[in-house]
């Protein structure tokens, strides 16, 4: 019997960015809902977050208000954590995703890499069309880096 090798490729999107701070302090707007409540999402977006467990078997919720008044319920499960390296967790509301964001150090600057696994191609697909993820994802890894930037300075 041959075995097949999985392709997800159809229904991925990854995402790698280096940013200009240290891995600690990414790891830390990351893992508090004081700090990614200010960067998450695309442009116009800001966040109401009810719950950031950040553990595995934790819950994280938030509600995304969109530019036009639109309400988006955002519930995830964190299924991995290992400080200062990686982050998993499954978005179980529409779209089911695994995301999984690893972290580098490079220095006084950090790689991360951000790989979001739909459940099917075409959820991907829809998702890609209605909400144009890829420019959402970008936009979003661009609210992050500046964030950090303000944060950097801040604290200089």
Same mark, same amino acid.
């Given at each position: 019997?041959?075995?097949?090798?999985? $392709?997800?490729?159809?229904? /991925?999107?990854?995402?790698?960015?280096?940013?200009?701070?240290?891995? #600690?302090?990414?790891?830390?707007?990351?893992? @508090?809902?004081?700090? %990614?409540? &200010?960067?998450?999402?695309? $442009?116009?977006?800001? &966040?109401?977050?009810?719950?950031?467990?950040? @553990?595995?078997?934790?819950?994280? $919720?938030?509600?995304?208000?969109?530019?036009?008044?639109?309400?988006?319920? &955002?519930?995830? %499960?964190?299924?991995?954590?290992?400080?200062?390296?990686?982050?998993?967790?499954?978005? %179980?509301?529409?779209?089911? %995703?695994?995301?999984?964001? #690893?972290? #580098?150090?490079?220095?006084? @600057?950090?790689?991360?890499?951000?790989?979001?696994?739909?459940?099917?191609?075409? /959820?991907?697909?829809?998702?890609?069309?209605?909400? $144009?993820?890829?420019?959402?994802?970008?936009?979003?890894? #661009?609210?992050?880096?500046?964030?950090? /930037?303000?944060?950097?300075?801040?604290?200089?």
């Amino acid at each position: 019997m041959e075995s097949q090798k999985s $392709n997800t490729k159809d229904r /991925e999107l990854i995402l790698s960015r280096k940013l200009n701070a240290p891995i #600690e302090l990414v790891w830390e707007v990351w893992t @508090q809902p004081e700090h %990614i409540a &200010n960067w998450w999402g695309p $442009n116009g977006f800001t &966040n109401t977050i009810t719950t950031m467990d950040v @553990q595995a078997g934790g819950a994280w $919720n938030l509600v995304m208000h969109g530019p036009d008044g639109t309400d988006y319920d &955002n519930r995830s %499960i964190f299924k991995e954590i290992i400080p200062l390296k990686k982050i998993v967790y499954e978005h %179980i509301s529409y779209p089911r %995703i695994l995301a999984t964001i #690893e972290f #580098e150090a490079q220095g006084d @600057q950090t790689l991360i890499t951000w790989h979001m696994l739909f459940d099917s191609a075409e /959820e991907f697909m829809a998702v890609v069309k209605a909400h $144009n993820a890829k420019e959402g994802q970008k936009q979003n890894v #661009e609210k992050l880096a500046a964030y950090l /930037e303000g944060l950097s300075h801040q604290r200089s």
